[in-house]
């Protein structure tokens, strides 16, 4: 399992009956996982709570606020520098913030770091595709990639572009983009544009900013396959984020080496997780399946 392990900001201090207890920076948060399907005692730091998200029986939910603020922020540290973000609470019980995705961070930012000092003139081009707020995005502009962030949602680019200037990045070489993911792909391939390091994060389902409709089990593959003519002559890494049930690693690990084969890929795909304070378990957040290329060590 890839385990994010690092976070001083962030931590999972319990989980019970369909709930977890989360610390973001200060403020304690309890919010469904519907990983969590056991249920065992409560400790006192659950009566501590600044905010619930409420399920609701018919679908979504709503937040109660106790005592938390419109919008704080909270620090990850990486080997090349503090990633600031910003965090709000909003619709669907998020926060802005996926921390499990620390874990892959620190994965593609080795990597990056090493090419830079293997060939410190080498520009390392990172294409991030259904960017969100920009975790991805900032870990490998901070690392010393060049990146063009991806997304249909005007709301999350500007949410971005705000955690990118508070990590201190507001004069990095990163293009902000509202564009349906798949198009944006397909005129990459015709202007012959080509990128070092992909990273992908794709919802279950979606819709493009013209009402392009986005199913992943019909548009994973056939995205992939296309993301493949976009790679540089010298690549450095590929990953691809889900957090659908069908997704399994070992359908991510089988997607990615059949679409990348004879690039000299090495390919692996596992679930990430996050420890959890009380009990010593790691709570399983998704999957990702992870691609690099001979001569990279990540």
Known sequence: MYLADRWNDYQVLDTSSGEKLERWGKYILERPDPQVIWNTPRGREWKKVNAIYHRSSKGGGSWEFIDLPKEWTINYPL???????????????????????AANWEW???????????????????????????????????????VTHVDASKGMVTWAHENAASSGLSDAPIRWLVDDCMKFVEREIRRGNHYD??????????????GEIWKIEEKIYPLICDCRKILSEDPLFFLVNSYTTGLQPAVLHYMLGSALENLGACVEADEVGLPVKQTGLVLPCGASGRVWFRGIVP
């Open 79 to 101: 080997p090349a520098g503090k990633l600031t973000f910003h965090l709000k609470p909003f619709s669907f019980k998020h926060t802005g913030l996926f921390p499990e995705q």
């Open 197 to 210: 390091g992909i990273i992908m994060d794709p919802p279950s389902y979606g819709r493009g900013p013209k």
């Open 108 to 146: 593609f930012s080795s990597i990056i770091r090493e090419a830079k000092k293997k060939d410190p003139g080498r520009q390392i081009k990172v294409l991030n595709l259904f960017a969100y707020t920009g975790g991805a995005t900032v870990a490998a502009a901070m690392s010393g990639a060049a």
